[in-house]
């Protein structure tokens, strides 16, 4: 992710490493620093990234939505939950 003016990021799909699985299609998973993936299935040009606009709440959350019906935040170094159910 880098900055873009005072508002808006770019962000870029990263790599991730299973750090323990769970149960069916549900893992932890980690982030890998740095392991920007080539080609993305959310991004149309990786390589560039996208642009987004920061958003926040009034608890001092800050996020950017991804589609419609999602949302992400900053990313605190812990693992976290990740579902892939097909």
């Known amino acids: ?25 549900s893992y932890r998973v ?3 620093k740095d392991s920007f993936l080539q080609s993305s299935q959310f ?3 990786n390589e560039k990234g996208v642009v987004k606009q920061v958003k926040g709440l009034k608890n001092g959350t800050i996020y950017i939505n991804i589609e419609s019906f999602g ?10 939950l990740m579902t892939c159910y097909y």
């Open 43 to 45: 991004i149309a040009d």
């Open 71 to 80: 949302f992400c935040s900053l990313w605190d170094k812990t693992d976290d």
């Open 30 to 32: 980690k982030a890998v």
């Open 1 to 25: 992710m880098a900055l873009k003016g005072t508002k808006q990021v770019v962000i870029r799909e990263i790599g991730y490493e299973i750090t323990e699985t769970q149960g069916i299609d």
